[in-house]
């Protein structure tokens, strides 16, 4: 028989242990799920592997790159209690801008002549910049008119859409310089993979040690109990949502790099898929609760589910609905979380 004190401590025991495994290990094991789950049906219905097509993994690996460098912007915005529905346009107005800087002149369609074989770096702080001016401005438009960032975000996104359209009258820009162009293709075409791994180690260390994410948490956790602490929300928000720009920004110029043009039309959805990888990852959408390495993760279960389902040859209107569904019941999930632990509370 198991003495009261005995049950007591064997709880105690179970709460350390839990609190000893990171919660990304839950989300990883989905990941390694879905991917055995895809080489299985693999087999069943088209008579291949899945896992060992190495050219496959890269472009997995390479498609989540991009994404999963917005996301990690996002997963910031999102922990506050926010939303950023603007990243693909931004991505496509960063794009569009940068790209008149980074044209050889040796290209016949030059857009802006006295703008071309300038160092690889001016256009990628062009981008950069770009992107980091369309989050400040949304930062600005929520802490000081006190709209709901769904809008001032979805203001943004539509107001991007027409720079893009409008910069170079929807003409595509490309003949970039072989300097700008390694970005998306240095290291044997590994360099997005490089950029994105050392964008999520960087902010996995701000968001865990520094006063800027432990600031970020206190928003999203209890903003009025964040405000009467001292913090200046209206200023952390405004960074926050600056360095989801700058993040989409840079995102933007690994994208153009990699495939060697810019479109007006390009970044389509790309903020629904941060968004997915984000809450995919353990992000809750209440706020005050997720983590880096948790988005990272997310981000290549959202890259596997999508080259699963084209490989198994699935209707691309079929992928699109099985998302929404994955969307859905992983926000579900995440409710039930937080009413169980308000009822422990």
């Given at each position: 028989m198991v003495t009261k004190s005995a049950a007591a401590s064997m709880e105690t025991l179970d709460l350390a242990t839990k609190r000893r495994i990171p919660p990304e290990f839950n989300i990883f094991l989905v990941l390694i799920g879905i991917a055995v789950l895809f080489e299985i049906l693999g087999w069943i219905?088209?008579?291949q592997s899945f896992l060992t097509n190495v050219a496959r993994l890269q472009i997995i690996i390479l498609q989540v790159s991009v994404i999963g460098i917005i996301a990690i912007g996002v997963t910031q915005v999102i922990i506050t209690g926010g939303i950023d529905l603007s990243s693909g346009s931004v991505v496509a107005m960063s794009g569009m801008i940068a790209a008149t800087f980074a044209q050889t002149a040796k290209?016949?369609?030059?857009?802006?002549?006295?703008l071309t074989d300038l160092p690889f770096i001016v256009p990628i702080l062009v981008g950069i910049a770009v992107g980091g001016l369309a989050g400040l401005v949304s930062g600005v438009l929520?802490?000081?008119?006190?709209?709901?960032?769904?809008?001032?975000?979805?203001?943004?996104?539509?107001?991007?859409?027409g720079v893009a359209r409008w910069y170079t009258d929807g003409s595509p820009v490309s003949g970039f310089t072989e300097s700008f162009a390694v970005l998306g293709n240095g290291l044997s075409?590994?360099?997005?993979?490089?950029?994105?791994?050392?964008?999520?180690?960087i902010f996995h260390i701000v968001m865990r040690y520094t006063r800027?994410?432990?600031?970020t948490y206190a928003i999203g956790a209890n903003e009025q109990a964040a405000r009467v602490s001292g913090i200046n929300i209206d200023m952390h928000l405004i960074k926050i949502y600056a360095i989801a720009g700058l993040l989409t920004?840079?995102?933007?110029?690994?994208?153009?790099?990699?495939?060697?043009?810019?479109?007006?039309?390009?970044?389509?959805?790309?903020?629904?898929?941060?968004?997915?990888?984000?809450?995919?990852?353990?992000?809750?959408?209440?706020?005050?609760?997720?983590?880096i390495m948790g988005t990272v993760i997310g981000a290549l279960i959202l890259g596997v589910m999508l080259s699963g389902f084209t490989f198994l040859r699935i209707d691309a209107y079929y992928q699109d609905i099985i998302k929404g569904v994955i969307i859905v019941a992983a926000v579900v999930v995440d409710q039930r979380r937080q009413n169980k632990r308000r009822k422990t509370t």
């Open positions: 219905f088209v008579g290209w016949p369609k030059v857009i802006n002549p006295a929520i802490t000081k008119t006190k709209i709901p960032p769904f809008i001032a975000t979805l203001g943004m996104m539509v107001s991007a859409r075409r590994w360099m997005p993979v490089v950029v994105f791994l050392c964008v999520a180690v800027y994410g432990k600031f920004g840079l995102a933007a110029m690994v994208a153009i790099a990699r495939i060697k043009t810019a479109q007006a039309g390009m970044g389509l959805m790309y903020e629904l898929d941060a968004i997915a990888a984000s809450v995919i990852g353990g992000v809750s959408l209440s706020g005050g609760r997720g983590r």
